[in-house]
């Protein structure tokens, strides 16, 4: 809310401003004593008090400005022939110490911008530091979104092998019951010979050849 409150208080004292400067502008145009046309510029007659432009006063811009301070007793054409001019009346010459005070005064209005200016400057850099933060922030879940997915992908492939599961069981338990009867089946053609004493490091299959030939 500070941005818009520093943007209309700079707005009002650039309209102070202009307004100013067109006022000087004003206060410092005249009218041709001969012309009546507007000018800026000119030569001041030290009789009649009228301002003429260049063209009308006789004299050329760079000849009125090699008089110097003969420029106070320079006459228009008019006077310098004894003719009465007709009176053009006089814009009245601009209030310099008016302009200044008001100049001092809008630059007193434009001191607190200053600060302004660098607080918002703040508050832009912080900002900008946070938009930063949002950003990695974004590129922190989207790492993490891709780590969620992988984990999924995963997942699912372990739900796949969990559905194989009780298949294979079933087949262990078959294979073993399978082999049980197996070994139930070897051992019904086993031979158990007893009453004969055993001896250390004896061999068996000599002594069951033995018992063969009785």
Request: charged content about 25%; hydrophobic content about 40%.
């Given at each position: ?19 100013l400067v067109y006022l000087f502008i004003l206060q410092t145009m005249y009218k041709c004593g001969r012309c009546n ?178």
């Open positions: 809310m500070l941005l818009p409150w520093v943007v209309s208080m700079a707005l009002e004292t650039v309209v102070e401003l202009v307004n046309a507007e000018m800026s510029d000119g030569a001041l007659c030290s009789v009649c008090s009228r301002h003429f432009d260049f063209p009308c006063s006789g004299i050329t811009e760079a000849g009125y400005r090699k008089l110097g301070d003969r420029k106070a007793s320079w006459r228009c054409p008019s006077c310098k022939a004894g003719s009465s001019p007709q009176v053009t009346p006089k814009v009245s010459a601009p209030n310099v110490e008016q302009l200044y005070k008001e100049l001092q005064l809008i630059t007193k209005k434009l001191a607190p911008l200053t600060t302004l200016v660098e607080d918002v400057k703040t508050i832009r850099s912080d900002i900008d530091g946070l938009m930063a933060s949002v950003e990695n922030a974004h590129a922190s879940i989207k790492d993490f979104n891709d780590s969620v997915n992988v984990l999924s992908s995963r997942l699912k492939l372990v739900e796949e092998r969990m559905e194989i599961i009780p298949d294979l069981e079933k087949k262990l338990s078959d294979l073993q019951e399978e082999t049980n009867q197996r070994e139930q089946w070897l051992r019904a053609n086993n031979l158990e010979i007893k009453g004969v004493p055993q001896k250390q490091g004896e061999n068996l299959l000599d002594i069951v050849v033995k018992i063969g030939n009785i």
